[in-house]
C-alpha cells in the first residue's frame, strides 16, 4: 500500500517492568534524538514495578529536559508486554509510532533516519539490532559473542542483513499510524511473540515491512548466564503456545531447537538399544560445528580471552533452554488454550477504534 501524505509527528513508547538499571540511559538517548523535539511525544507505560522504574519516568515527565511537545507516564495493570503496547497506542498521536525497547540504546539519529524512510513512502521502517554487552567484562563479552553469533541466536533479517530489503519482522519498528489503525493493536494473549503476530497481521494487510541497514539500534545481552537462558527458555516457550494461535508468524527456524531436543531423545534411546551411531554422528556434527562457530565468533570480535572457549558449551545450553522451552509449550497447549481460547483478542479492535477516534489531535492540549 503505497503512502503519498507526509509525516512529521511521532509518538515514541518505552514499556518498562522493574527496569531501573537501564531506564535512564535509553531515556537519555531519547533525549539525545536530532529530530525536532516539539514534534515527538513520548510516551512511558510503567507494568506496576516493584522498583525505582516509574519514578524515573515520573521525573523524565516532570522535567521534560529536551522540551518534547509532551511526556506521559501510564500505567500497564496488566504488567504483559503486548498489554503495555496497547496501552502506548490508546494515547498515541502522532503520525508515526516507535516502538522502544526499555532494555536497548539508540542512536542520536534513530527518529531521524526512519522519518526519512517513511517519508519516501514506506508504511513500517526499522534496521538491524546489533548486540550490546551492559558491562565490559570478559564474563559479559563471551555472553555477548553468544548471542551476537548466528549459531547462538537466529537468522532473522533485523540482526545482520546489510542491504536495503522487505522483511518478515522487526526489532525496534517504526510505523504510519494507518498501519495500527487498519490491523488494530497487539494480542494480549501472546507475551513474547507479540511482535510476530502483529507483524504477520500487517503483511497480511497488504503493508511492507521496509529494513534498512542505516537505521541502527542496539539491545542489551543479558549480563548472566542464569538470566540469558531463562529469556532462550521463555521465547522457545511461546513459540510452542503461539503455533495454533497463529502459524504463519513463525518461521521453521523457530523450531529448530526442537528438533535438537528430539533428536537427542530419539539417537539417545537408539544408543542404549545399541545403534550408537547416529548419535555419535550427530553430536560429532554438532560439536564441529559449535567449534567452527566459535572461531568465527573470536575473529569477528577481534578480541580473545580464555572465558571465550566456553562459547560451545554457551550454544549447547541455549539450544537446550529454548527446545526445552518449546517442548514445555507443547505440552502445556491444552491448558493454556483452554484458559485462554482460541478467540479473537477484543483489545485488537478496541485498540484499532480508539487510534482512529484520535487520528490528527497531536496539538490538541489535555483537558487536564
Known amino acids: 500500500m503505497p503512502a503519498e501524505k507526509a509525516v512529521s509527528t511521532l509518538s515514541l513508547g518505552v514499556i518498562a517492568l522493574n527496569e531501573e538499571g537501564c531506564l535512564s540511559d535509553i531515556l537519555a538517548d531519547i533525549a539525545a534524538q536530532d529530530y525536532p523535539h516539539e ?12 522498583d525505582g522504574t516509574k519514578r524515573i519516568m515520573e521525573a523524565f515527565a516532570r522535567e521534560n529536559p529536551a522540551g518534547f511537545h509532551r511526556i506521559l ?3 500497564n495493570p496488566k504488567k504483559r508486554q503486548p498489554a503495555g503496547w496497547n496501552v502506548a497506542l490508546r494515547h498515541a498521536r502522532g503520525d ?46 563471551t555472553l555477548l559473542m553468544a548471542e551476537a553469533s548466528m549459531f547462538g541466536s537466529s537468522v532473522a533479517s533485523y540482526r545482520r542483513q546489510s542491504e536495503p530489503r522487505y522483511v518478515n519482522s522487526l526489532f525496534h ?51 548472566q548466564l542464569g538470566k540469558m537462558l531463562k529469556q532462550k527458555y521463555g521465547n522457545g516457550l511461546w513459540v510452542g503456545l503461539t503455533l495454533p494461535v497463529c502459524p504463519g508468524c513463525l518461521s521453521l527456524f523457530h523450531f529448530v531447537p526442537f528438533a535438537f531436543i528430539l533428536a537427542i531423545l530419539l539417537t539417545t534411546v537408539l544408543a542404549f538399544l545399541g545403534f550408537p551411531f547416529l548419535a555419535g554422528l550427530m553430536w560429532a556434527a554438532y560439536g564441529l560445528l559449535a567449534a567452527v562457530m566459535t572461531v568465527k565468533a573470536i575473529l569477528e570480535a577481534r578480541r580473545f ?30 491448558f493454556w488454550l483452554k484458559k485462554t481460547g482460541r478467540a479473537h483478542c477484543p483489545e485488537i479492535e478496541e485498540v484499532k477504534a480508539v487510534m482512529r477516534e484520535n487520528h490528527g489531535r497531536f496539538y490538541e492540549e489535555e483537558a487536564a
Open 305 to 334: 580471552h580464555i572465558s571465550n572457549l566456553l562459547l560451545p558449551f554457551l550454544f549447547l545450553l541455549l539450544h537446550l533452554s529454548y527446545g526445552a522451552g518449546t517442548a514445555v509449550g507443547f505440552c502445556r497447549l491444552p
Open 73 to 75: 507516564v501510564l500505567d
Open 39 to 50: 514534534k515527538m511525544e513520548i510516551l512511558l507505560v510503567d507494568g506496576g514495578s516493584a
Open 173 to 223: 519498528g517504526a510505523y504510519r499510524r494507518e498501519v495500527f489503525e487498519t490491523v488494530g493493536g497487539f494480542n494480549e494473549h501472546l507475551w513474547r511473540t507479540e511482535d510476530n503476530e502483529v507483524h504477520y497481521r500487517i503483511r497480511q494487510a497488504g503493508f511492507k515491512l521496509c529494513y534498512d541497514p542505516a537505521v541502527v539500534s542496539y539491545q542489551h545481552t543479558r549480563n
Open 96 to 141: 508515526v509510532i516507535f516502538r522502544v525497547d526499555a532494555h536497548a540504546s539508540i542512536p542520536a539519529d534513530f527518529v531521524s533516519k526512519n522519518m526519512e524512510r517513511l517519508n519516501r513512502g514506506e508504511m513500517v521502517s526499522g534496521g538491524p539490532r546489533p548486540n550490546m554487552a551492559e558491562r565490559d567484562t570478559p564474563v559479559c563479552r
